[in-house]
């Protein structure tokens, strides 16, 4: 892993250095062509009429702006006489020459035909006739090969820098994760006072504690009361769990779009993730606060009429199971009064029936019955397996946990179901086959 980190700080050095050899590269030159065009504006202003429109004229003019080039010419751009060369052609064709004959003036940067090297043109039209001054000017690989010495030197010194940083930065980053490491293997509890090792700790905490209790399981009488804090403790680290994957998505992009340089498809990409990710992070911290606040929760029952309340809530749930053709079917009797209160029962016909749909096989089926005994919801899904039927109850467990990321459960509806079930003083039971189905029931 240190290899891998120095040469990857290596390569990126290199790389900064070539780019910005690149680059200043251009930005010189660009600015050297500009300076020119300047101070050809500047010598453009000692023409004056006392210059003959001849070869004479143009080399008197060439040697007052101490050999610059210079070009006079007719209005349709034929040579009157150039101070270099004799017998040119018509150069109404050339860029800078049909820029002045339009606009008043043109500047080019090419190389000369004439003269073989690269030359900066700049043309004035004076009503009836043209005057051209150029100037030599260096390519931008002539600029880069004239400073390769000093840049040789600068990328000498860049490459030492580098393997220094890369030594300390190693260093700075393995010496926290072998620390981790020693803390693990000795079984004790693994902290970290950096918050991107934060999940590793969690989870090799975690790990700890799940060996933790089941050795507790095979204890006497007083594990229950360890039992009942391992409880608290792990709703705890559960919650610490289920929001540290959208904080650390969130956090993830956050950075990349304060370091900039993304595109913007990769910036569109980043602020949905950070939006998703934030919305179930909120629906976490809802079910949990609906979860906390059953302890507290003493308002008064009154009559409630669940047959109305789940026809209306099978309605507002079927096209959920419309698109994977699953049928509910309801043996619903009338006029089922129970004393409750709507919250209480929207939460568990709600839970018991979404979980039905969620579970279930594509073109399978889900049966609602309801009377004056109790409500039973069967359905033809996946099923739980034997050894776990005991913590279908359980907070934040869920049967297949590929669902629960992508439709929003966090293991918390079942728990909630039972623990208003229990408040009511009604029963709630589960039966079920692996690959077969599942049948809940809560007696009245």
């Given amino acids: 892993m240190k290899w891998r980190i120095w040469l990857l700080s290596f390569g990126i050095t290199i790389l900064s250095v070539l780019i910005f050899g690149v680059v200043s590269t251009q930005i010189y030159y660009k600015s050297s062509i500009s300076d020119s065009k300047?101070?050809?504006?500047?010598?453009?202003?000692?023409?004056?009429?006392?210059?003959?429109l001849?070869?004479?004229?143009?080399?008197?003019f060439s040697e007052k702006l101490n050999g610059a080039r210079v070009t006079i010419l007719d209005a349709q751009g034929n040579v009157l006489g150039d101070s270099e060369a004799a017998g040119l052609e018509n150069h109404a064709g050339r860029e800078e020459i049909k820029a002045a004959i339009l606009n008043g003036e043109g500047f080019a940067v090419r190389s000369s035909s004439t003269l073989g090297k690269n030359m900066v043109y700049y043309c004035k039209n004076f009503d009836g006739f043209l005057v051209r001054i150029a100037v030599f000017t260096d390519s931008s690989w002539t600029i880069f090969v004239s400073t390769l010495p000093g840049f040789l030197q600068f990328a000498g010194i860049m490459v030492i820098l580098c393997i220094v940083f890369a030594f300390l930065s190693t260093h700075l980053i393995l010496s926290p994760v072998k620390g981790i490491a020693k803390a693990a293997a000795a079984g004790g509890e693994v902290n970290s006072k950096y918050t991107e090792l934060a999940p590793i700790a969690d989870i090799?905490?975690?790990?700890?504690?799940?060996?933790?209790?089941?050795?507790?399981?095979?204890?006497?009488?007083?594990?229950?009361?360890?039992?009942?804090?391992?409880?608290?403790?792990?709703?705890?680290?559960?919650?610490?769990?289920?929001?540290?994957?959208?904080?650390?998505?969130?956090?993830?992009?956050?950075e990349l779009l304060d370091a900039g340089g993304m595109t913007e498809r990769q910036k569109a990409v980043a602020y949905s993730t950070i939006l998703t990710q934030s919305e179930r992070l909120s629906s976490l911290i809802s079910c949990i606060i609906n979860y906390s606040k059953l302890d507290s929760d003493d308002l008064p029952a009154y009559e409630v009429d669940f047959s109305a309340l789940a026809?209306?809530?099978?309605?507002?749930?079927?096209?959920?199971?419309?698109?994977?053709?699953?049928?509910?079917?309801?043996?619903?009797?009338?006029?089922?009064?129970?004393?409750?209160?709507?919250?209480?029962?929207?939460?568990?016909?709600?839970?018991?029936?979404?979980?039905?749909?969620?579970?279930?096989?594509?073109?399978?089926?889900?049966?609602?019955?309801l009377n004056f005994r109790g409500l039973k919801v069967e359905d033809t899904g996946i099923g739980i397996a034997e050894e776990n039927m005991g913590k279908v109850f359980s907070r934040f467990f869920t049967v297949d946990k590929s669902h629960g990321g992508k439709n929003g459960g966090f293991g918390l509806g079942l728990a909630v179901a039972k623990k208003i079930c229990q408040k009511s003083g009604w029963k709630i039971g589960v039966t079920s086959a692996l690959g077969v189905g599942s049948a809940f029931t809560v007696e009245f």
């Fill in 54 to 60: 001849d070869e004479e004229g143009a080399k008197a």
């Fill in 204 to 254: 090799l905490n975690e790990r700890n504690r799940n060996i933790a209790r089941q050795m507790d399981e095979i204890k006497a009488e007083k594990e229950l009361v360890e039992r009942a804090q391992n409880s608290k403790d792990e709703f705890i680290s559960n919650v610490t769990h289920e929001m540290n994957t959208p904080l650390t998505s969130i956090r993830g992009y956050a």
């Fill in 38 to 52: 300047e101070f050809l504006r500047v010598y453009m202003n000692a023409f004056d009429d006392d210059i003959s």
């Fill in 311 to 369: 026809r209306e809530m099978i309605c507002a749930l079927k096209p959920e199971a419309d698109k994977r053709n699953i049928t509910i079917i309801e043996h619903i009797d009338d006029n089922v009064i129970i004393m409750s209160r709507h919250e209480r029962l929207t939460e568990i016909f709600g839970n018991l029936v979404r979980n039905a749909i969620k579970y279930n096989k594509d073109g399978g089926s889900v049966t609602i019955t």
